[in-house]
């Protein structure tokens, strides 16, 4: 009878055990569904655009009744996954664990999606930038996934000038924002292009030089005659050059929606002074350039000396027309 009671002791006692040792285990640490809940929660307050995806536990102390860790947590964004530290501590009441501090620190993000081609031509067509250089209506949108970067592949036609038509190639290049979850514009570069001049511009005349020094001095005028699509004459008095002919050399679109239309030429001669009370020195059979650019609001043409003995002339520049 002693021997069964002893049995009946022993067995109890390790049930008492086993009851202690679960009971101590519950109090340990706060359960991980409780833990994942908390981290949900206040993701969502750290960053609303983050996803939550899982955590683990890089190290925890328990002491007393507060359980401290650094939790290593993973979340996804639209284009991005992420990499975040949360210091966590938790307070042991009669209640249960509740979570008392939480900081987010190390966020760490990878690029691991980029927009669809539908995506960034509805970026292309809203970007202000774009919008105020006319460059905005894109076609044939090709997206080049780069990292933290994209560059976009697209092809503008523009018939809305009364001089000319253009067709061509436009890069935009796009940053990747993590804070905003966004793709930002960043810069933009045209391709290879094709600019026509429909109309020839009214470009005879003896126009005032935006470089005068004195309002309605004589001396700086720029005048243009023989003008057509092709070619053109040309002469400068605040250089004091021979009248020279340019011939058409090509005609391109810039990246803030400009037309440049460049006829180039040789055999000019100008006189160079070095001051006001300098005489001069004639210079001879010297090539030049002569820029027209067309924009939505006014025509500009630049005369472009290109001597090499004296590279950093001013150029000769006259507004043709303002509308």
């Given at each position: 009878?002693k021997?069964?009671?002893?049995?009946?002791?022993c067995?109890?006692?390790?049930?008492?055990?086993?009851?202690?040792?679960?009971?101590?285990?519950s109090?340990?640490?706060?359960?991980?569904?409780?833990?994942?809940?908390?981290?949900?929660?206040?993701?969502?307050?750290?960053?609303?655009?983050?996803?939550?995806?899982?955590?683990?536990?890089?190290?925890?102390?328990?002491?007393?009744?507060?359980?401290?860790?650094?939790?290593?947590?993973?979340?996804?964004?639209?284009?991005?996954?992420?990499?975040?530290?949360?210091?966590?501590?938790?307070?042991?009441?009669?209640?249960?664990?509740?979570?008392?501090?939480?900081?987010?620190?190390?966020?760490?993000?990878?690029?691991?999606?980029y927009?669809?081609?539908d995506?960034?031509?509805?970026?292309i067509?809203?970007?202000?930038?774009?919008?105020?250089?006319?460059?905005?209506?894109?076609?044939?949108?090709?997206?080049?996934?780069?990292?933290?970067?994209?560059?976009?592949?697209?092809?503008?036609?523009?018939?809305?000038?009364?001089?000319?038509?253009?067709?061509?190639?436009?890069?935009?290049y796009?940053?990747?924002n993590?804070?905003?979850?966004?793709?930002?514009y960043?810069?933009?570069?045209?391709?290879?292009?094709?600019c026509?001049?429909?109309?020839?511009?009214?470009?005879d005349?003896?126009?005032?030089?935006?470089?005068?020094?004195?309002?309605?001095?004589?001396?700086?005028?720029?005048?243009?005659?023989?003008?057509?699509?092709?070619?053109?004459?040309?002469?400068?008095?605040?250089?004091?050059?021979?009248?020279v002919?340019?011939?058409?050399?090509?005609?391109?679109?810039?990246?803030?929606?400009?037309?440049?239309?460049?006829?180039?030429?040789?055999?000019?001669?100008?006189?160079?002074?070095?001051?006001?009370?300098?005489?001069?020195?004639?210079?001879?059979?010297?090539?030049?350039?002569?820029?027209?650019?067309?924009?939505?609001d006014?025509?500009?043409?630049?005369?472009?000396?290109?001597?090499?003995?004296?590279?950093?002339?001013?150029?000769?520049?006259?507004?043709?027309?303002?509308?």
């Amino acid at each position: 009878m002693k021997k069964y009671q002893k049995v009946l002791c022993c067995i109890s006692l390790f049930v008492l055990c086993l009851c202690l040792n679960a009971c101590g285990a519950s109090k340990k640490e706060p359960e991980k569904e409780m833990i994942k809940e908390d981290l949900i929660r206040e993701l969502s307050s750290y960053d609303d655009r983050l996803s939550f995806d899982e955590y683990s536990v890089e190290k925890s102390l328990t002491e007393d009744k507060e359980y401290t860790a650094t939790l290593s947590v993973s979340a996804k964004n639209t284009f991005s996954e992420h990499q975040v530290t949360a210091e966590v501590k938790y307070v042991l009441y009669d209640q249960g664990w509740k979570i008392e501090e939480c900081q987010w620190t190390n966020d760490v993000y990878t690029v691991v999606s980029y927009p669809t081609v539908d995506e960034m031509s509805e970026l292309i067509k809203g970007s202000q930038e774009l919008v105020q250089s006319g460059l905005n209506e894109q076609q044939d949108v090709n997206v080049q996934p780069n990292g933290n970067s994209l560059t976009c592949e697209g092809v503008i036609e523009k018939n809305d000038n009364p001089y000319y038509t253009y067709k061509g190639k436009i890069l935009t290049y796009w940053d990747y924002n993590a804070n905003a979850d966004a793709w930002e514009y960043s810069n933009t570069e045209t391709g290879e292009s094709k600019c026509e001049l429909t109309s020839a511009l009214q470009l005879d005349g003896t126009w005032e030089s935006m470089m005068k020094e004195r309002v309605n001095d004589p001396s700086t005028y720029i005048t243009v005659s023989n003008y057509d699509m092709n070619s053109l004459d040309i002469s400068s008095e605040m250089f004091n050059t021979n009248t020279v002919h340019a011939q058409l050399e090509e005609c391109s679109l810039s990246e803030y929606g400009v037309c440049n239309v460049i006829y180039k030429g040789n055999g000019l001669s100008y006189l160079y002074r070095d001051s006001s009370w300098d005489d001069g020195t004639t210079r001879e059979n010297i090539d030049f350039t002569v820029c027209i650019l067309i924009g939505k609001d006014s025509v500009q043409l630049q005369l472009q000396i290109e001597d090499p003995e004296h590279p950093n002339l001013v150029d000769d520049i006259a507004d043709i027309e303002r509308k």
